[in-house]
C-alpha cells in the first residue's frame, strides 16, 4: 500500500535552514505530482509547495516563494523541502502529500491530494 513517511524536522533557529525528506513506497512514485503541506498551531493545513511528476514545473505558496525549494529523486523514491531563511511563523507541521492525478489543477488544494504522510515538527525560534 503507499506509504509516506515524513523526516528531517527539528527546532531551529529563525534564519535557519532545515531540509525535509518524504520517503514514499508502495507505488511508482515518478507517475505523479506531489506536494507540502503545512498546519501551524491553532490553524486548518495550508499548501507550501508543489511539484510535478519530472521535477520540471514546481509552484509554491506566497508565504515561502524564494525560501523554500521542492525537489524529488524518483530514483530513490524521496520528495525533499529545503528551507531556508526560517521564520517563527514558519513553525508547524509538515506533511507530504500524493497528488490523486497527474494532472497540474488544483495543485493548491488539499483534496486533491489522496494520501498523506503522518508529519514532522519544524519548530522555528526567535
Known amino acids: 500500500q503507499v506509504q509516506l513517511v515524513e523526516s528531517g524536522g527539528g527546532l531551529v533557529q529563525a534564519g535557519g535552514s532545515l531540509r525535509l525528506s518524504c520517503a514514499a513506497s508502495?507505488?511508482?512514485?515518478?507517475?505523479?505530482?506531489m506536494g507540502w503541506f503545512r498546519r501551524a498551531p491553532g490553524k486548518g493545513r495550508e499548501f507550501v509547495a508543489y511539484?510535478?511528476?519530472?521535477?520540471?514545473?514546481?509552484n509554491y505558496a506566497d508565504s515561502v516563494r524564494g525560501r523554500f525549494a521542492i525537489s524529488r529523486d524518483n530514483a530513490k523514491n524521496t520528495l525533499y523541502l529545503q528551507m531556508n531563511s526560517l521564520k517563527p511563523e514558519d513553525t508547524a507541521v509538515y506533511y507530504c502529500?500524493?497528488?490523486?492525478?497527474?494532472?497540474?489543477?488544483?495543485?493548491?488544494?488539499?483534496?486533491?491530494?489522496?494520501?498523506w504522510g503522518q508529519g514532522t515538527q519544524v519548530t522555528v525560534s526567535t
Open positions: 511539484i510535478n511528476w519530472s521535477g520540471a514545473r514546481t
Open positions: 502529500a500524493k497528488k490523486s492525478s497527474s494532472s497540474s489543477v488544483n495543485y493548491y488544494i488539499l483534496s486533491s491530494y489522496n494520501y
Open positions: 508502495g507505488w511508482t512514485f515518478g507517475d505523479d505530482a
